[in-house]
């Protein structure tokens, strides 16, 4: 766990749709992951993202499939289970809480900063609360836990 592998702001007026995300995975995400961690690609990913609809696309799980990733499944109806929405982002907000931004790229400067901030044991307990939800989950019947 070393961190963000990359930081893509959303252009304004973008729609993310299934073709975007794919081209995000295709051309950013795998490029950033193979300068960032050496090695990475070629041992294996385990990937995680959520059932929403542009993640489980077809043209998006062709591209999945095709970079033979481990995907992760993702429960129904469980939001609270994407590590990111339950500690990354509250820990970024965190940082940003009580400022304001007078541009786009001052908003973009200073989600970097706070996402550069993040120490290791943020993402090491972001992680092991996420593996406590899932296990809590299946132990649910794969129902929504809070």
């Not at 696309?57 to 993702?74: I, M, N, Q, Y």
């Not at 129904?76 to 590590?83: I, Q």
């Not at 943020?122 to 836990?145: H, M, P, R």
Request: proline letters at 5%; glycine letters at 6%; aromatic letters at 10%.
């Amino acid at each position: 766990m070393n961190g963000v592998i990359l930081r893509w702001p959303v252009p304004l007026g973008t729609t993310i749709n299934a073709q975007h995300y794919k081209k995000v995975l295709q051309d950013k995400f795998r490029p950033a992951t193979r300068k960032k961690r050496l090695g990475l690609l070629e041992s294996g990913i385990l990937f995680h993202h959520d059932n929403a609809p542009v993640h489980s696309a077809r043209a998006v799980t062709d591209v999945l499939a095709g970079f033979k990733w481990e995907l992760l499944e993702h429960p129904r109806y469980s939001p609270d289970l994407a590590p990111c929405d339950f500690h990354l982002f509250p820990k970024m907000k965190e940082h940003l809480r009580g400022q304001r931004f007078e541009t786009e790229e001052d908003i973009i400067q200073a989600t970097k900063v706070a996402i550069n901030n993040l120490d290791k044991c943020s993402y090491v307990t972001a992680f092991k609360d996420w593996l406590q939800g899932i296990e809590k989950c299946a132990n649910n019947g794969g129902y929504y836990v809070e």
